[in-house]
């Protein structure tokens, strides 16, 4: 009869545990549209931001603002050719995208830039979202 309880007492701590440590993994995906907006996120969420680009005239978006302890850039921006085509088209635009993780709870604006870096002229555009981690 103890074993009976105790193994009982255990399986329920065990889900506890183990349901109370599961990080939400979602994808907030976000575009031009959204820019100037706020935005709640909880820890373990992805921030995915799609802008338009096209690096064939110099430009790209480039990170001029964030809070790396509230949200950490995964990876390199990936650029997408706007066809899906095996050979993107000379010249042709397509997409950027930025992957941040919710690593910390806080606020932090995040602001992103289209510009030629060896410029020393403003942004073509400014992209910006606050971000609120809980």
């Known amino acids: 009869m103890r074993n009976t309880i105790w193994n009982s007492i255990t399986t329920i701590i065990l889900i506890t545990l183990l349901t109370g440590c599961k990080v939400k993994s979602e994808t907030i995906q ?3 549209e959204q820019s100037g907006q706020a935005l709640s996120m909880k820890i373990g969420q992805t921030l995915e931001v799609r802008l338009p680009s096209n690096p064939s005239t110099g430009y790209g978006w480039g990170v001029e603002q964030v809070d790396p302890s509230v949200l950490k850039q995964q990876g390199e921006v990936e650029y997408e050719p706007m066809a899906a085509q095996a ?31 060896w410029e020393d002229t403003p942004p073509e555009s400014t992209y910006a979202l606050q971000v609120t981690v809980e």
């Open 30 to 32: 976000v575009g031009v």
């Open 87 to 117: 050979t993107p088209l000379v010249g042709q635009g397509g997409w950027e995208t930025f992957r941040f993780e919710a690593v910390g709870t806080g606020e932090t604006t995040l602001e992103l830039v289209y510009s030629r870096p």
